[in-house]
């Protein structure tokens, strides 16, 4: 399972399930959200889903500063 939270509400705004915790699953789950307000920050771990290159361009696409 991969979830977004919004920390605002404690509102789960993306999820996205598959067997494996890969890329793809993180990438599926960030790519649910729609227009999203400035200044978004996306808190995660350090794992490799989170710091591989695809997700950190789609992160900056989408204006999301992640916390890492």
């Known amino acids: 399972l991969s979830s977004i939270l ?6 789960i705004i993306a ?3 598959s067997d494996h915790p890969d890329e793809t ?3 599926n789950t960030l790519k649910q959200l729609g227009e999203l307000p400035e ?3 996306l808190h995660s771990d350090q794992g490799s889903t989170y710091t591989s290159i695809n997700f ?3 992160c900056r696409e989408k204006g999301i ?4």
């Open 6 to 11: 919004d920390s605002f509400n404690n509102e």
């Open 15 to 17: 999820y996205e399930i």
């Open 25 to 27: 699953l993180v990438m």
């Open 39 to 41: 200044n978004v920050i």
């Open 56 to 58: 950190c361009d789609l």
């Open 65 to 68: 500063t992640r916390s890492m």
